[in-house]
């Protein structure tokens, strides 16, 4: 029996197999007609869905509760594991404005708990995270440093080579 496809443009949606395999709770990325920008030509993109950025940002809203009593150093590894597979799931995509919103998002929630978590205030904050020359460092502990996802490279266009299946000849 075939694999059921899926292919959704706009509001419409096709399905060569049941409803409930093609779309519904478990869509994870959204295909739509879009002109380029700076040109008259459309093309397909595919975009990632809301609810997997939803499901990602509850991820790191448990992994950086403020009251949280884990190590910083645990915090660190796993918010990078969660957040690096699941960049490396959908950067076949249009998402790289997406992973910078992700990375701000995590960032956020971190120093909200590192705040909360050693009563500082904004300007202790900015003392202990900046250089002299005013650039931010990134959020570490005990040599786990917090990866951003924006870093991951983007390949939407990857070139297919199907192989031919018929045998070259050898004087040619």
């Known amino acids: 029996m075939p694999e059921p496809w899926c292919l959704e443009i706009g509001h419409a949606r096709f399905w060569g197999g049941p409803p409930q395999q093609c779309g519904g709770p478990t869509r994870r990325f959204h295909i739509q007609w879009q002109r380029k920008r700076g040109s008259n ?10 609810r997997p950025i939803r499901s990602l940002k509850a991820k790191i809203r448990a992994l950086t509760r403020r009251t949280s009593q884990q190590d910083l150093r645990t915090v660190l590894t ?10 490396n799931y959908f950067r076949h995509a249009v998402a790289k404005h997406t992973f910078h919103t992700m990375d701000r998002f995590a960032w956020q929630r971190l120093i909200t708990m590192l705040m ?23 959020i570490t502990a005990d040599g786990t440093e ?13 070139q297919r080579t199907i192989p031919n299946p018929w045998p070259t000849p050898d004087n040619a």
């Open 78 to 87: 796993r918010l990078n594991q969660v957040t690096h597979g699941w960049a």
């Open 146 to 158: 917090h990866q951003p996802i924006a870093a991951t490279p983007v390949t939407r266009y990857r």
């Open 116 to 138: 909360h978590r050693h009563r500082w205030n904004w300007k202790a904050v900015r003392k202990q995270f900046t250089t002299p020359t005013g650039r931010w460092l990134p």
């Open 41 to 50: 030509r459309w093309y397909v993109y595919t975009f990632i869905a809301d």
